[in-house]
C-alpha cells in the first residue's frame, strides 16, 4: 500500500499521559501535514514538515504539542500531558515536493485520540 | 467573515439526479481549491482540484471556479447512494502554496 500510514490508529490515553501518533507519507512524497478534526469542526491545520525541518507550526498550541519529521522514520505528532480537550481526530496528509506533479494533499487514515 | 463557507446541509437528493454543493472564501490571493469527500468515520479523500477559473470536469464530478466571485461549486451528476458523505470545501491561503483552510462540510444524502 504505497498511500499515507497512520499509526496507531485508535489511542486511549489517561490526562496527563503523552500522546505519540506516527505518519509515513505517500511513496514520493516529502512533505507531510497535520491536522486536527474536533467533534463537528472542521479541519483545521496544524504544522507542514519536511525532512528534518518545521516550515510552519502556526497552528498548533503553544503549549503541550510539538511534531517532528526526522530524516529517517516517520513523522511524529507528539501531545505532551494530555487533556480532555485533545480528544479528536488527528489526520496526516502528504504531497509530493514542489514541482513535482500538481500540489495535492492525500491524507492518511488519521488517529482517534480518547482522553479519559 | 469566515475563511471558507459551506451550507452544512443536510442535501438530499434522489438517486440519479445532480448534486450541487457551494463554497465562499474570503482570501482573493488563494489560488488553488479543492473538494474532499469524508464518509463517517473515515479520512478526508480527494475527488477534485481547481486552479483556474470555469469548468473542470472528472467523471461524474465537475469543479467551478469563478475567482472574482470567490465561489468554487462541485456538482455530482447521476447521483448514486454511494455518494453520501459530507464533502469538504479547501481553500489554499493565498501565498502559502500549503495551508488549506476547510469549510466545516456539507453533508449530502442520495435517496436511492
Known amino acids: 500500500n504505497a498511500g499515507v500510514m497512520q499509526n496507531p490508529r485508535h489511542l486511549v490515553r489517561r490526562r496527563g499521559q503523552e500522546a505519540r501518533l506516527r505518519c509515513s507519507p505517500m511513496?514520493?512524497?516529502?512533505?507531510v501535514y497535520w491536522y486536527r478534526q474536533l467533534p463537528e469542526e472542521g479541519l483545521k491545520f496544524m504544522v507542514y514538515?519536511?525532512?528534518?525541518?518545521?516550515?510552519?507550526e502556526s497552528g498548533m498550541p503553544k503549549e503541550r504539542f510539538s511534531a517532528e519529521f526526522p530524516k529517517e522514520g516517520p513523522s511524529i505528532l507528539r501531545i505532551q500531558q494530555v487533556v480532555r480537550g485533545d480528544s479528536a481526530a488527528y489526520f496526516c496528509?502528504?504531497?509530493?515536493?514542489?514541482?513535482?506533479?500538481?500540489?495535492?494533499?492525500?491524507f492518511g487514515p488519521g488517529t482517534r485520540l480518547t482522553v479519559t | 467573515q469566515k475563511e471558507v463557507e459551506q451550507n452544512s446541509g443536510p442535501l438530499s437528493v434522489p438517486e440519479g439526479a445532480i448534486a450541487s454543493l457551494n463554497c465562499t472564501y474570503s482570501?482573493?490571493?488563494?489560488?488553488?481549491f479543492f473538494w474532499y469527500r469524508q464518509y463517517s468515520g473515515k479520512s478526508p479523500e480527494l475527488i477534485m482540484s481547481?486552479?483556474?477559473?470555469g469548468d473542470k470536469e472528472d467523471g461524474r464530478f465537475t469543479a467551478q471556479l469563478n475567482k472574482a466571485s470567490q465561489y468554487v461549486s462541485l456538482l455530482i451528476r447521476d447521483s448514486q447512494p454511494s455518494d453520501s458523505a459530507t464533502y469538504l470545501c479547501?481553500?489554499?491561503?493565498?501565498?502559502?502554496?500549503?495551508?488549506?483552510?476547510f469549510g466545516k462540510g456539507t453533508l449530502l444524502t442520495v435517496n436511492p
Open positions: 482570501d482573493r490571493g488563494s489560488q488553488s
Open positions: 511513496k514520493g512524497h516529502s512533505h
Open positions: 496528509a502528504s504531497s509530493p515536493p514542489q514541482g513535482q506533479g500538481p500540489y495535492e494533499q492525500y
Open positions: 514538515l519536511q525532512k528534518e525541518n518545521i516550515i510552519d
Open positions: 479547501a481553500v489554499e491561503r493565498g501565498g502559502s502554496n500549503y495551508k488549506l483552510t
Open positions: 481547481i486552479y483556474s477559473n
